[in-house]
Every structure is written in C-alpha cells, then in structure tokens.
C-alpha cells in the first residue's frame, strides 16, 4: 500500500510487520535531546518525533507511566505511606511493610490487615 513500509523482524522473519512510513514532521529533528521526565531518561543527540513516540509507545515507557499515576493516585487518597527517594521503595507507616511497586502497595492498602490495623491505629491515637 502506499505510505506503509515493510519491516522485518528478526524472531519471525517469514510474517514481516506493516507499519506506517515516518511522515515529513516525524522525521524533522525537534530538538538536540529529549528528556522523559517518567522514565527519569535522556534520548541524546538529534532528536525526532518518531524518536520520542517510539520511546513513548515502549513496554518500558508505558509500564513507569502506569506507576506513576498509581503513585499520583494513592498520594491524593492516602498519607499513610512514604517514598524513599533513592530507592522508591515504598513503605507502609501502619503496618512497617515495605513494597517495590505502587500496584503492590495499593493491593496491600485494600486489604483487611491493612484496613484493621489503621482503623485501631486511629482509635489509639483519637
């Protein structure tokens, strides 16, 4: 078709991956460098649009963006827990538990051991 480029892939060459064709703006440099302030992550040197949406469409990308607005979420919703700012280990100040992901530590504010535990931490300190 016009407009749409063959691509290959290497694990399954026989079935080739259609995809569109960079456009004249993707293909433009946009700036000398581009900084993704989710993946906490600098793309060096001339930078493209179809550079940065290829980063921005990313598992990696898309998975860090997933965190953070869980992360944004329970923050509005939540202050019993920290951050460590280094690590971004997460830490529950009710019940001492650490966790490695904001998912983790939104499965463990929902549940009943959490739950029982803050509601006989707010009686104590009430």
Sequence with gaps: KAGEVEYSVVADADKPIVAAAPTAAES???NDGYWCEI???KL???TTLQI????TEGLKH??????YEILQKLRQQEDCFTQDPVSGVLKCLVCCLETATPQQMM?????AKHRNKARRHAREAG
Excluded: D, M, W
């Design 28 to 30: 433009e440099v946009v």
């Design 39 to 41: 993946c906490n992550y």
């Design 44 to 46: 060096v040197g001339k």
């Design 52 to 55: 940065i949406n290829s980063h």
């Design 62 to 67: 898309k998975r860090k963006l997933a965190n």
């Design 107 to 111: 499965g463990h504010l929902a549940g």
